[in-house]
């Protein structure tokens, strides 16, 4: 009998949360039913909704374009479990999300992976927090103290350079890891004023330890989609992510130990601001407390890592799968260098629009940041006759928007640096391309991105010519926290000669 009533009561609980679940799921369909009235909806499976799309990860950028094209206009809603998202391409809307000051927060449960305790620094911070800490970082990033890092770019870059050559002449290989290598060493010298020697095996460890950390965040975002978020939370990767504070912990600790800021400067030039000194600055000033010091130092590092090493390597892909736009970027190239490289000055880059045209496109392919989301701070006009409630997140596939034939003609989904002509571009909405975002809330450094890359390639392509047998339409691009590959490509190098 015992038995018999225990059943019944667990039928019973069950049942009660079946329609409790069921309840708030009705709940929130009439909350949102503002949006969901006006625009095309997805709603999927009940409790579980769109979700299931995003179990593949391979198949994630088709499923998101046949859900554009089953929307039949290119701003629609779609169900992920119990939650609703606005997904567009439109760039209208685009423009309005990433510059109103509504669309200032991030869009929670799109970010929900990055609230880690170690990256949950300026990139997800809600708006109010978000300024208060941009603020203080922004010195770091401004054209003049970017310029006053010139010199390690261009040694990082040489560097690169010099590690690749050795590669020359032995068929195809890898050659991200020195690309990652390379970006994380400039990463830490002008974030954390750390400069750490060639060979060193740390370098490894954290490179492992990041892409661990990556694949589990987009793991959690999966998991979390559908209240599983716990599923990702695993020994592993606790301890990656322990291992990766406590070494920038150890990278605070260091600077912290300077007797003096005249110490501080020891190894660097006076005018050049480490984002830990404008940190640690304004932890003195009441700003920051020890907690945000250590996490916008993460999340810088991270940030400017993972973006830049992605970008790098999509950009000299790119070239070596194309080897006649590249030659016609070498032959710019050389008319801008004809002796030679020893150094780029900043004037040097106003004089290659080619090279800027072949990143540009290279990088509408394959943006290093596949999407974005913005979460609305209170009800307001998303465009004209929708009205979107408090709490309405909108997802930007900026991969999707990248590729849309309506937008970039029937060849969008081809390599054509002609794209980004002065003529054609006058063509294009201005918000059909955001590769750093757009808006008040953009990429704080993609100033910084776009100058070591270009820096990077120039003394690449300049001393070395890349090929690959890979073909640039089997590749196979994967959204995690940054854009990612399947399978990256080998790539073959030769010196060129003077």
């Known amino acids: 009998m015992g038995a018999l009533v225990g059943i019944e009561m667990l039928i019973i609980a069950v049942i009660v949360l079946i329609l409790s679940a069921g309840w708030r799921l009705y709940e929130k369909r009439k909350y949102f039913s503002s949006v969901t009235s006006k625009l095309p909806t997805l709603y999927g499976i009940p409790f579980i909704g769109q ?16 859900n554009i094209d089953t929307f039949k206009q290119l701003t629609g809603c779609l169900w992920i479990a119990n939650t609703p998202f606005v997904v567009t391409v439109d760039p209208e809307v685009v423009k309005h999300v990433t510059t109103s000051p509504v669309f200032l927060n991030k869009a929670t449960d799109l970010y929900k992976h990055f609230h880690n305790g170690v990256i949950n620094g300026i990139i997800v911070s809600p708006a109010k927090k978000w300024k208060i800490n ?3 970082i922004t010195p770091f990033l ?8 010139f010199t390690y770019f261009n040694e ?6 010099n590690r690749l050559t050795k590669l020359a002449g032995q068929g195809e290989q890898d050659i991200f890891t020195i690309i990652k290598e390379c970006g994380l060493q400039l990463s830490l010298l002008t974030i954390m004023g750390i400069k750490m020697e060639e060979g060193d095996e740390t370098y490894r460890e954290i490179m492992n330890a990041f892409n661990v950390l990556i694949d589990l965040m987009a793991k959690n975002s999966i998991y979390s989609s559908v209240g599983l978020g716990f599923l990702s939370n695993t020994p592993q990767y606790k301890r990656y ?3 990766l504070r406590d070494f920038v912990r150890s990278l605070i600790k260091q600077n912290l130990s300077r007797k003096n800021d ?33 996490i916008e130092c993460f999340t810088m590092i991270a940030a400017s890592y993972e973006t830049s090493v992605s970008a790098a390597f999509t950009c000299l892909m790119t070239l070596a799968m194309h080897p006649e736009i590249q030659e016609r970027v070498f032959q710019e190239i050389c008319s801008v260098f004809p002796d030679g490289i ?3 000055e900043y004037d040097d880059l106003k004089n290659l629009p080619y090279l800027d045209m072949c990143i540009a496109d290279a990088l509408r392919l394959a943006p290093p940041i596949p999407y974005i989301g913005r979460e609305a701070i209170h009800d307001t006009e998303l465009c004209p006759g929708v009205k979107v409630p408090k709490n309405m997140q909108v997802v930007i596939p900026i991969y999707e928007l990248h590729r849309r034939k309506e937008i970039w003609g029937p060849d969008a989904h081809r390599f054509n640096p002609d794209n980004f002509l002065p003529e054609n571009v006058a063509k294009r909405h201005p918000s059909s391309y955001m590769l750093f975002s757009k808006g008040a809330r953009n990429c704080i450094g993609f100033r910084y991105a776009e100058i070591t890359l270009r820096i990077m390639l120039i003394h690449l392509v300049r001393n070395l010519k890349f090929s690959s047998t890979t073909k640039f339409e089997d590749i196979v691009l994967i959204p995690k926290v940054t854009m990612t590959y399947k399978n990256e490509p080998q790539i073959s190098i030769e010196v060129r000669a003077d």
């Open 51 to 66: 979700a299931y799309q995003l179990l593949d990860l391979n198949k994630l950028y088709h499923n998101i374009s046949l």
């Open 134 to 136: 941009r603020k203080a």
């Open 142 to 149: 401004a054209h003049n103290n970017i310029m006053a890092f």
């Open 156 to 161: 990082n870059a040489i560097n690169m350079k």
């Open 241 to 243: 992510r322990e291992y």
């Open 262 to 294: 005249s110490e501080a400067k020891n190894d660097f030039e006076e005018d050049k601001q480490m984002m830990i000194d404008l940190a640690l600055k304004s932890m003195r000033q009441g700003v920051f407390s020890e907690k945000d010091v250590e």
């Open 342 to 344: 020893t150094t780029v």
